[in-house]
């Protein structure tokens, strides 16, 4: 059966090319012009994947993300994010409110579905949970809820923090290239976006409380990625 991919956009022109070359490569598209009625159909039908454009009228396609990702049944639906701004602010802030990868306008049509394909691969790789509960040094992660402790206290991470975290926690026993994290969490399949990575590693030894020159729970390994050592303390 062919996948159902739900496009969310406002311009007609940009929404109408993208249905007509998802169409193209056997994909059944289904198109909304904003995000309150694509949330209602997707409460009522869940597509296989989301391209939401991040301006649209009334609420974006970040608060409609954000939305998607707070709830159980639809948080694991994969999301694409086109925006017509090249910003890294743009790329960060979507990826952090749980997109799976993001397209800048304007993009052309193979560049998309070599996009599609990538995420596709990804989900159904998947992997399986190390268990529903970690405890490891002094922080309990709950895979269920996706919740984070410290010494009974939460930590409050973004959706891409809390998944780089625990891929690292789940790989601890060895270290995790920067291409390997930057390819699982985010999809990319180049180095040109390792900035993203280097972001997300400082922001969540921010909320850790981690220093990386004397490195309490992830170290880095010049040259070649990361490594969480918070049980080897």
């Known amino acids: 059966m062919n996948k159902t991919i739900l496009i969310v956009e406002d311009d007609e022109n940009i929404r109408e090319m993208v249905r007509m070359a998802l169409t193209s490569f056997a994909y059944q598209v289904i198109t909304c012009d904003n995000a309150e009625d694509a949330l209602s159909l997707i409460s009522q039908s869940k597509p296989d994947m989301i391209i939401f454009d991040i301006m649209l009228p009334g609420m974006s396609g970040l608060e409609a993300t954000k939305t998607l990702r707070s709830d159980p049944l639809t948080q694991s639906i994969p999301i694409l994010m086109l925006t017509a701004k090249d910003s890294e602010l743009d790329k960060v802030t979507g990826l952090d409110y749980g997109a799976d990868d993001y397209i800048s306008k304007p993009f052309g049509v193979m560049e998309l579905a070599a996009r599609i394909r990538s995420i596709f691969r990804r989900v159904e790789k998947g992997y399986e949970p190390v268990s529903d509960v970690v405890n490891v040094a002094d922080l309990t992660i709950n895979n269920n809820t996706r919740e984070v402790m410290q010494d ?80 080897q303390q």
């Open 152 to 231: 009974n206290s939460q930590i409050d991470l973004t959706f891409k923090e809390y998944e780089l975290l625990f891929l690292l926690i789940r790989e601890r026993d060895r270290i995790v290239s920067r291409e390997e994290l930057l390819q699982t969490v985010w999809g990319f399949d180049f180095l040109g976006e390792s900035r993203t990575l280097d972001i997300h590693v400082s922001t969540l030894r921010q909320k850790l409380g981690d220093d990386a020159d004397n490195p309490r729970y992830i170290k880095t390994v010049r040259n070649v990625g990361y490594r969480f050592v918070g049980d």
